[in-house]
Nanobody, 115 residues
Framework: QVQLVESGGGLVQPGGSLRLSCVTS????????MGWYRQAPGKQRELVAT???????NYADSVKGRFTISRDNAKNTVYLHMNSLKPEDTAVYYC?????????WGQGTQVTVSS
């Protein structure tokens, strides 16, 4: 059974930073594209960033230069480093795993950017 467990969300002031983590089990992490998506209230889920098994990264235009996705294959973990956070970054952030065997989602972690 594939499991993705996110952590690291919370409340932060505008301009602050957070790091999200997602630990994956039950699949071949090194052969999996990992990503982060987010869903704000009343909006559709959207891509934030992905990093492939060969470590190619892709970012939404809205987060380029502020967010960094990284992965540690030894720990089966993907991270999202978020800097210069804005109120419009407020959303539930979901970890995603995609490989030859399927697509998997975590339960989500809330990020709230507010003063």
């Amino acid at each position: 059974q594939v499991q993705l467990v996110e952590s690291g969300g919370g409340l932060v002031q505008p301009g602050g930073s957070l790091r999200l983590s997602c630990v994956t089990s039950g699949t071949s992490f090194s052969r999996t594209t990992m990503g982060w998506y987010r869903q704000a209230p009343g909006k559709q889920r959207e891509l934030v960033a992905t990093r492939t098994s060969s470590s190619t990264a892709n970012y939404a235009d809205s987060v380029k230069g502020r967010f960094t996705i990284s992965r540690d294959n030894a720990k089966n973990t993907v991270y999202l480093h978020m800097n210069s956070l804005k109120p419009e970054d407020t959303a539930v952030y979901y970890c995603n795993a995609w490989n030859l065997w399927g697509t998997y989602w975590g339960q989500g972690t809330q990020v709230t950017v507010s003063s």
